[in-house]
């Protein structure tokens, strides 16, 4: 039996994930949270096989939650399920530690399908990012410039541009508001961005949050 704990911070869709596993012979979820803190809390204590992760989740994303939770256990499986349909996200979720990620809009056939290959020890990758990946792979020099931002700054950006103020992603990152001001001054410096109106337009362009 492949025991599961979900996190997605929309209960009604982590209702709808619960009972599509549910319906699987080889499949119990045997926790949910809807915050980031929460799924590590759970991780902790059930030790599951796999954690399924939603990255835009309250108080820690999911790429925060993914490091915790294969920090605690070094064999624990995570497999992210996001809205975002970006390889850059794949990239950044794989190299914390994670073992799948697969898009929202996928097919219901193809969430218990992620699941065993991850139990299983292998990785899953939705098919259309990993071709992607692997486009990317061959075509250095047009590099998504996201790719120069270390993973804090990156979630750094991302607050900002949801209009999240510095004491608050001080809040939220367990970190002095000084140490978000620099990685701030980092964002602006490595992206040649001159505002919080700049780095918001970027990140619409590439995809990194929807359109206000």
């Known amino acids: 039996m492949i025991r599961i704990v979900l996190a997605d911070d929309h209960a009604l869709f982590r209702a709808g994930l619960s009972r599509l596993i549910e319906a699987e012979e080889d499949m119990e979820v045997v926790g949910e949270a809807g915050t980031g803190r929460d799924a590590v809390s759970l991780c902790a204590e059930h030790k599951p ?7 835009a989740m309250p108080d820690m994303d999911g790429l925060e939650a993914t490091k915790q939770i294969i920090a605690d256990n070094k064999k624990a499986r995570v497999l992210i ?5 970006n ?13 799948g990620y ?7 056939e193809e969430l218990p399908a992620a699941l065993r290959k991850v139990a299983g ?7 259309s990012i990993m071709e992607r990946i692997a486009l990317r792979h ?9 790719s120069m931002l270390s993973d804090r700054e990156l979630q750094v950006l991302l607050k900002l541009a949801r209009g999240r103020t510095t004491n608050e992603i001080s809040d939220d990152l367990s970190l002095s508001v000084s140490t978000v001001k620099t990685y701030k001054s980092r964002i602006f410096e490595k992206l040649g961005l001159r505002n919080v109106s700049d780095l918001t337009r970027f990140a619409i362009r ?3 949050i929807d359109r206000l």
């Not at 096989?49 to 990255?55: G, K, P, T, Y």
């Open 49 to 55: 096989d796999v954690a399924v992760l939603d990255f």
């Open 81 to 85: 399920i996001t809205m975002y349909d």
């Open 87 to 99: 390889e850059e996200y794949a990239i950044r979720f794989l190299q914390a530690g994670a073992s």
């Open 102 to 108: 697969i898009v929202k809009e996928t097919s219901p």
């Open 121 to 127: 020890g292998k990785v899953y990758i939705t098919p």
């Open 138 to 146: 061959h075509q250095f020099q047009k590099d998504n410039p996201v």
């Open 206 to 208: 590439y995809s990194l």
